[in-house]
């Protein structure tokens, strides 16, 4: 038996996942709004856990297993994406890459 | 125990509020470098420690380490910082923000309404998690492999060199 309870885990999950939508809404920069959508994986696999421990099953942390997985390719292929459309545009603001080909 | 809950909440929170509000790239990856060891330090406490080192080692020490290199080779540190404070005036951020609130009112209002009652997490050893991850969830792992192979051999595609058709030096005389 833990000290933390159910409820509280799962308030700072959604105050931690809101902040990250916050930070993908307002940030202009790919990479920052790439470093927030990382705080809403996290916040959903702390959900996860908390849960899968409330009900004693292990399954919470298989889940938040398979979320690291997922978050690791995504990161790997986005960055390279990044990367590539900063070779191409020479910018990372997202107001300017709104165009799928170049006129 | 409720005590180091309540700081490594704070820091947490904290850390991860600095990540979205900082102009120096790099600055707002040590943050979230912060954020994540925060949470594994959660982790720790809810009963979870298998899922606190895999946070620390996977998370802080892959990921994270993934996003420093990008950030260093595409030199978004500390030349990108007049740019940033020009992007993020107070007419961009005000909206989200404020439905980001009202979003999270909504959701902590969902959890608090009666009946509300505390209810206690189970410690969870490895070896559970290791043995559903086996039986149970067989089919999910070697999906995950799958996907972990389409991840490696699409970031190797996408970051390839295009093959130069002339030398570099035959194309600087024939400049």
């Known amino acids: ?103 | 125990m409720n005590t180091l809950f309540i700081i490594s909440t704070i820091v947490m929170l904290f850390s991860s509020v600095m990540v979205i509000t900082r102009k120096n790239a790099v600055h707002a990856l040590l943050y979230l470098g912060v954020s994540f060891l925060s949470a594994a330090l959660i982790f720790y406490l809810a009963g979870a420690p298998f899922i606190a080192i895999l946070e620390i080692i996977i998370y802080a020490g892959a990921i994270m380490t993934l996003f420093v290199f990008v950030v260093m080779m595409l030199n978004m540190g500390t030349p990108l910082r007049r740019k940033e404070k020009n992007w993020m005036r107070l007419s961009g951020w005000l909206g989200p923000v404020i439905l980001t609130i009202i979003l999270l009112t909504e959701i902590l209002i969902i959890f608090i309404r009666p009946p509300f009652s505390f209810h206690q997490l189970l410690f969870i050893s490895p070896q559970d998690v290791g043995f559903t991850l086996i039986t149970k969830y067989i089919l999910a792992v070697e999906l995950t492999g799958m996907l972990l192979m389409a991840g490696i051999i699409g970031a190797y595609h996408l970051g390839k060199r295009e093959k130069k058709a002339i030398h570099r030096y035959l194309e600087q005389i024939n400049k």
Do not use: C
């Open chain 1, 1 to 103: 038996m833990t000290e933390i309870s159910l409820e509280s885990g799962l308030i700072i999950a959604a105050v931690l996942f809101v902040t990250g939508l916050a930070g993908v809404m307002i940030r202009r920069n790919i990479m920052f709004i790439l470093m927030s959508m990382e705080i809403m994986l996290n916040a959903a696999g702390l959900a996860f856990v908390f849960a899968g421990s409330f009900w004693g099953m292990p399954d919470g942390q298989v889940m938040f297993i398979f979320i690291l997985a997922v978050a690791a390719a995504e990161v790997s292929v986005g960055l390279a994406l990044i990367i590539l459309v900063y070779h191409h545009f020479r910018t990372l603001d997202i107001s300017k890459l709104d165009n799928l080909k170049e006129k």
